[in-house]
């Protein structure tokens, strides 16, 4: 879990040698002073969003301020995702109307500001990960009142969904894996605000690709998100249902296992990666 004192007090020497007051930087973030002070003294933590703009508005990296790391360089972004949309489509396409279009086109695809976008396929590594996490969540859940789903579209807008709609908000995502606990979250073929949401990362995710996903899954009401890097198998897990001091565990697969904040005893095993990518992946 993240030290609030190490980010307190780098968030401390960032302002200071920015040469800007508590206010002012409470102002760009939209809190006031007294909070940027408790989190430079170590008394409270901030948000995901929060600790977003915090990194764009110091450029530095999120491992710098949370003290995972001395290097306070940004990641260098790999290659943005190929998606585009395939087609042009017409604007605003409704809901219903690309549902239909997602189950007659070939590959996976998502509604973004009402066009059809088509996704990347994940890398072997990608894929055997999802595999993993698919069957191991399928045993902890078996009997129990919530349900892991892979591959399935949520909704992904502020506004309500209902048959009345304003079609220009319809947004779509398509997480590697979900979890949702009622049958009131299942409406016309999406699940609104599932309980936990696992995103595996491929090279072709752009760390701002990444940190708006974050986002968006907060915004969105998710109450537990997975992190996991294809390529370095570094993971992260995010509790947000302390919003002010969200809860963190950070580690590497090959090394650590995965272990849910909000299902207790939901524990997943992914040390045997590099042994399948040294025997059976030829990319």
Request: net charge negative; glycine share 6%.
């Amino acid at each position: 879990m993240s030290d609030t004192n190490v980010l307190g007090r780098r968030l401390l020497e960032l302002r200071k040698k920015r040469g800007i007051s508590q206010s002012e930087l409470g102002q760009f973030l939209g809190v006031s002073a007294t909070q940027i002070g408790d989190i430079e003294h170590g008394h409270s933590a901030t948000t995901l969003q929060r600790l977003i703009q915090l990194c764009s508005y110091f450029d530095v990296s999120s491992d710098y301020l949370l003290g995972l790391s001395d290097d306070m360089r940004p990641r260098t972004p790999v290659q943005m995702s190929s998606a585009v949309p395939e087609l042009e489509p017409a604007p605003w396409m409704p809901l219903k109307e690309f549902q239909d279009f997602a189950d007659t086109h070939d590959g996976s695809w998502e509604l973004i500001e009402g066009a059809p976008v088509k996704m990347d396929s994940g890398s072997d590594a990608h894929q055997w990960l999802c595999t993993q996490l698919a069957a191991q969540f399928a045993l902890f859940f078996a009997g129990k009142a919530c349900v892991p789903l892979i591959e399935k579209d949520i909704w992904a807008s502020a506004e309500k969904l209902t048959d009345t709609r304003d079609k220009r908000k319809d947004a779509t995502r398509k997480p590697d894996l979900l979890v949702y606990c009622s049958k009131a979250q299942s409406v016309h073929n999406l699940i609104v605000k599932p309980e936990l949401v696992v995103e595996v990362w491929s090279p072709c995710n752009s760390n701002p690709e990444r940190a708006g996903k974050q986002a968006l899954y907060q915004a969105l009401g998710v109450k537990e998100l997975w992190l996991i890097d294809s390529v370095t198998k570094d993971f992260t897990i995010l509790s947000f249902e302390n919003l002010h001091i969200p809860k963190i565990q950070i580690g590497n697969a090959e090394k650590d296992r995965l272990k849910s904040f909000l299902f207790p005893g939901l524990s997943v095993d992914l040390s045997g990666l590099q042994n399948y990518l040294d025997q059976f992946s030829g990319s």
